[in-house]
T-cell receptor, first 112, second 112 residues
Framework: DTEVTQTPKHLVMGMTNKKSLKCEQHMGHRAMYWYKQKAKKPPELMFVYSYEKLSINESVPSRFSPECPNSSLLNLHLHALQPEDSALYLC???????????FGPGTRLTVL | SQKIEQNSEALNIQEGKTATLTCNYTNYSPAYLQWYRQDPGRGPVFLLLIRENEKEKRKERLKVTFDTTLKQSLFHITASQPADSATYLCALEDTGGFKTIFGAGTRLFVKA
């Protein structure tokens, strides 16, 4: 299995809702990433987990809360988001640092 | 501040020609440089990775060069095909690993 899966594909939520994005890989990769991508912009790194520990947090607002329950799963918990948080949220994994990243198809998030 | 520039927002070439894309960076000392392809609405797909001590890498019709003195990478697609039309992103990873910064991307259009 050489793919990264993300659910849901699309999500529409209000500013008071709580929702979660899920990412899964079964390639044995030890690093997992969350990126945010706005239209016609490059992916922006949000969080990195290495060996299930949070390694990088790019000063992301606390309304985004990552979680890595095990080496195959990565979640992004969303609460009290703003309309400007609407974007494509991409998950990626890599064997370790200095390796290619495998990206999932993304979750298209719309905040009303 | 760290900055990555990709030479042009869009590049139009004729089928069969070589496409050359440029990635320049400033205020950065990357350990690794990667190139990805992204199609609309999809996650990036890894193409090539080159390390700071490497000058050139090849894979089928793709070639990447890395000049740490000029702070520049060139990405070549030879014998281009309409199916190569996509956005190409360069990405830098620092020596500490994991922190990845993407350039804005170049949209390549290959005309039949």
């Amino acid at each position: 299995d050489t793919e990264v899966t993300q659910t849901p594909k699309h999500l529409v939520m209000g500013m008071t809702n709580k929702k979660s994005l899920k990412c899964e890989q079964h390639m044995g990769h030890r690093a997992m990433y969350w990126y945010k991508q706005k239209a016609k912009k490059p992916p922006e790194l949000m969080f990195v987990y290495s060996y299930e520990k949070l390694s990088i947090n790019e000063s992301v607002p606390s309304r985004f809360s990552p979680e890595c329950p095990n080496s195959s799963l990565l979640n992004l918990h969303l609460h009290a988001l703003q309309p400007e948080d609407s974007a494509l949220y991409l998950c990626a994994s890599s064997p370790n640092r200095g390796n290619e990243q495998f990206f999932g198809p993304g979750t298209r998030l719309t905040v009303l | 501040s760290q900055k990555i520039e990709q030479n042009s927002e869009a590049l139009n070439i004729q089928e069969g020609k070589t496409a050359t894309l440029t990635c320049n960076y400033t205020n950065y000392s990357p350990a690794y440089l990667q190139w990805y392809r992204q199609d609309p609405g999809r996650g990036p797909v890894f193409l090539l990775l080159i390390r700071e001590n490497e000058k050139e890498k090849r894979k089928e019709r793709l070639k990447v060069t890395f000049d740490t003195t000029l702070k520049q990478s060139l990405f070549h697609i030879t014998a281009s095909q309409p199916a190569d039309s996509a956005t190409y992103l360069c990405a830098l990873e620092d020596t500490g690993g994991f922190k990845t910064i993407f350039g804005a991307g170049t949209r390549l259009f290959v005309k039949a």
